[in-house]
Structures are given as C-alpha cells and as structure tokens.
C-alpha cells in the first residue's frame, strides 16, 4: 500500500528537538543558538566582523602618545672614559692645602672621632661655624663662656645651632646619622674627663692652647691632630709622641697664624684657613693667640 506524500510545511511533523538543531548537525554545521528553558523565544542575531573591516582603537587623552623620535645617546667603549663627574669627600672644608685644593674634614662619621686641635681659640671658633653650616648641631664645652656666647647667638640666623655649656655638664646629645653632632672642648691645658664622649655620628674636638706635660696622653688617643704654631721645644714632644718627620716640623715654629699641620701617624698635610667675611666680621682675622 502506498501512502500519499506529505504536504506539511517543512519542519512540521518532526520529533521535538530535532528541528533546526537535526538540521545542523545533519549538515554538520555548529548553531548559532540553542534553546535554554528561560529562552523568550528570540532568536538574537550574532554579526561576525567583516573580514576587510578593522576595529578603531579609541586613546585616552594624555596616554599613549608618542613622543619625540631621536637617536639613542650611544658611546663606544673607548669614550666611556671621557665621562666622568668629580666626587671628593663631604664634610668641613677647613681651608686649602699647598696645591690650592680645597682642604674638607669629615667630622660627621659613621664611627667615632677624636680631633685634638693644638691652637687658638680662632680656628676653633671658625671650625665650629662651619660645621654648623653643613647641618651639624655643636656644642661647646668651655671654662670662657663670654668668649663663644657671641658666636652661638650670631650661627644658625636665629635658629639654635651652637649651645654652649659649662665644663662637665654637658648632657648626651643624642646624635643620628639625620642629626650629627660635633663637641668642641675648649677647657684648659688640662681636660678633665668628659662626660659625653665620641660616638658614631658625634665627634669631639679638644683644644690645646700649647703643647704641656697632659698633652702626650690627648695627642697618642686622637684619630686626627691640627697643629698651629708651636715652639721647638714643643716640636719635639709632637716628634716622639706622633713620630712627624723633621721635614715637617721645622716648620711648626715659623707658620703663619691661619695655617695649620693636620696629621695622622701616616698621612700630613699643611692647610690654609681664609675666613669669609661673615667669619671676618664675627672672629676678626687669623690669629694664633688670644
């Protein structure tokens, strides 16, 4: 028996679930969309990009703008050389040597430092204002107080930079690698033992109006020595207690009132201190004694 042909629309009459998606899988095509139970029942449309059609990138204001083309700043091995920046030590520049450069003492230390200065009170006073200048706070220990009390109001444009106290109430100082510190102790021939002693970042200098009998003791313990005018007898102390050669000590006797031997048992170094005109105006000019 044969049975007539169907005249249904096409996709009537087919098992559910075998609509468009039998019809895709029969052709082997993936469907551009499948039924979900909260469907709506509209189909939406999926645009594939053109393939010519490129996307327009959008920049924001301000990023992503391309600067200036230049050639990269490129050297050879053999002019490295030529570039170079000169760097020398940081600290007090406490005059200039023989050669004219600029003498600097690195009084703000990591370590402890000891200065015995053999001088007057000018070269000391002129050390102080110019550590203060490099940020360092100074105190001044001394049996003259009207001698620095002038300095301490006139340092620091009226900021307190310079204290001045009594010998042997000098209180601890607190000293950081942001605050040093640097002591001067200016009390006599004879110190006595300080309370406050050198620390890292507090270094101490004593002041030796001549080279006495105490002197021996305070020179051998003293990382750095500035020697003023001395006499000859004097010189020979300095000779057997820091071993100087005779070429440098001849002229000890004969300096000038602003140069000074800076030394150590290896290194020496003659140095001339020129004052500013502030310094000139505040201490006077160079002087040995006062």
């Known amino acids: 028996m044969s049975y007539p042909a169907s005249t249904m629309p096409p996709g009537q009459g087919q098992v559910p679930g075998q609509g468009q998606q039998g019809r895709a899988a029969a052709s082997g095509r993936t469907p551009a969309h499948v039924a979900s139970p909260t469907d709506t029942g509209m189909i939406p449309i999926i645009r594939q990009p053109q393939p010519g059609q490129q996307q327009r990138r959008i920049f924001s204001p301000g990023f992503g703008l391309r600067g200036p083309r230049r050639n990269r700043h490129v050297v050879t091995a053999d002019e490295l050389a030529a570039i170079s920046m000169p760097i020398g030590d940081d600290g007090v520049i406490i005059g200039t040597d023989p050669e004219s450069h ?3 003492l690195g009084l703000s230390r990591p370590t402890a430092f000891d200065v015995v ?3 007057g009170l000018w070269l000391a006073q002129v050390l102080a204002l110019r550590a203060a200048a490099t940020g360092a706070r100074v105190g001044v220990e001394t049996g003259r107080p009207q001698a620095w009390q002038q300095l301490a109001q006139a340092a620091g444009g009226g900021q307190q930079c310079v204290t001045v106290y009594p010998v042997g109430r000098v209180p601890a100082q607190g000293p950081s690698v942001s605050s040093p510190v640097v002591l001067i102790r200016d009390c006599g021939i004879r110190p006595p033992r300080g309370r406050v002693t050198s620390l890292p970042w507090q270094a101490v200098v004593t002041v030796l109006p ?3 009998e105490h002197a021996p003791r305070w020179l051998a313990q003293a990382d750095l020595v500035g020697i003023q005018r001395i006499s000859p007898q004097e010189t020979e102390v300095v000779r057997d207690t820091l071993g100087i050669p005779d070429e440098s000590l001849q002229h000890l006797p004969t300096l000038h009132d602003g140069v000074a031997l800076w ?10 201190t020129e004052p500013t005109d502030a310094e000139t105006g505040l201490l006077g000019v160079a002087r040995r004694m006062d």
Do not use: D, E, N, Q
Not at 263 to 272: D, G, L, Q, S
């Open 210 to 212: 001549f080279v006495g």
């Open 102 to 104: 600029p003498a600097v």
């Open 263 to 272: 030394c150590t048992r290896k290194h020496r170094k003659f140095v001339m």
């Open 117 to 119: 200065l053999v001088g």
